[in-house]
C-alpha cells in the first residue's frame, strides 16, 4: 500500500512482529546477546531501528551523525556492545564505518575508514576482531539520489580491518579487468568471505559476479558456466552460506535465479528459478528465501508462504 516496515516471521510462516518503518530498510542483522534486531534504511537515508520480538517494547530509532548516511547494512561486535555500520562521509566521497553503543542507545561513539569507497556488505570475522568488508567503489552524494558518479573510476575492493582500533590490515582487488563488478554482499565461509558483485558495465558480457577473498590467499573471481553468467544479469542481490559451511546461495532478482555453489570444488550445486529472489537466509534444516511477489520459500521449495506485502532485498535468521 505504499507504506514500509520490518518483520520478524517464523520458519513456519508466522508473523512474530513488524514495524513501521518511515522510507525502505535494507537489512536486517542481530545481536548475539540481546537478541535484538537493528534494521538500517537503504541509501542514501540516515536512519536505523533497533526491535525485538517483545511487542511491549517500542522500536527504538537513531541517525547516523551529520554529514553521512548508511549504506544499509552492518554488525556486532562478538560481546553484542558495539554496532558496526557501513555508511557515506558523502562530501568526502570516502566510506567509513560508524560505531554505536548498543547500551546506551545506539549512541554514535566513534568511526573509521572503511578502506575504499561505497562500503556495502560489512561481517565481523570468526576471530570476533577482523572485519571484512565489501567496498563496492560506487560514488554517490545525496544530492544526486542513487545516481553513480564514478563508474569510469571505480576501484571496489573487500578490505580486512581491525575493529579495535580501526587499522587496515589489507585490501584486496580483482584485477583491472572487473574494475567494474561493484562488490556488494558477502558471506563467510571459515577464514574466507564469498562475495556476490554487481557489474557496471555492458550487459551482454559473460562476467562471473562471484569470488572469494582471505588474508591468506588474497582474492580471486570463481569461473561460472557462461550461461549461467548471463542468467544472472551481472546481479548478485543477496548471498549465503549454509549451515555446514559447504555451500553459496547467490541471489539474483535481476535474473529472476538463485544458484548453489559449492565452496571448495565451485560446482553448481542448484539453479532454481524464482522470480523476483531476494533474500536468503540459512538455519541449522533448511535454507529460506524471500521474493519481490511476496513468497516465503524453501530450499526444497516442500511449502512456500504468501504474504499481503513484497520482501525487499535481504532475509536474515537468527534463534530467538
Known sequence: DGTFGAVLISERGEMVREIDLPSRGHDVVFNPVTNQAVVFARRPATFAAAFSAD????????????????????????????????ENDFDAARGVIGIYDVSNNFKHLDE??????GPHEMLMMPDGKTLAIANGGIETHPDFGRQKLNLPLMRPNISWVDSTSGSLIASQSLPAKFNRLSLRHICVAGN??????????????PISIVGEASLEAGIGIWDLPEDLMR????????IAMSEDRETAYVSSSSGGIVLGIDVVSKDIKLVKEMPGANGISASSTTVNFSTRNGELKTRKQTRSRKFSFDFDNHLSGTQI
Not at 542468467?231 to 543477496?238: D, F, M, N
Open 192 to 205: 574466507k568471505v564469498i562475495f556476490g558483485g554487481q557489474h557496471q558495465g555492458p550487459p551482454t558480457a
Open 55 to 86: 511487542k511491549l517494547r517500542e522500536p527504538f530509532f537513531f541517525s547516523t551523525t551529520k554529514g553521512r548516511h548508511f549504506y544499509g547494512h552492518g554488525c556486532f561486535s562478538s560481546d553484542g556492545k558495539l554496532l558496526y555500520a557501513t
Open 112 to 117: 573509521f575508514d572503511s578502506g575504499g569507497v
Open 231 to 238: 542468467r544472472t544479469k551481472h546481479y548478485a542481490g543477496s
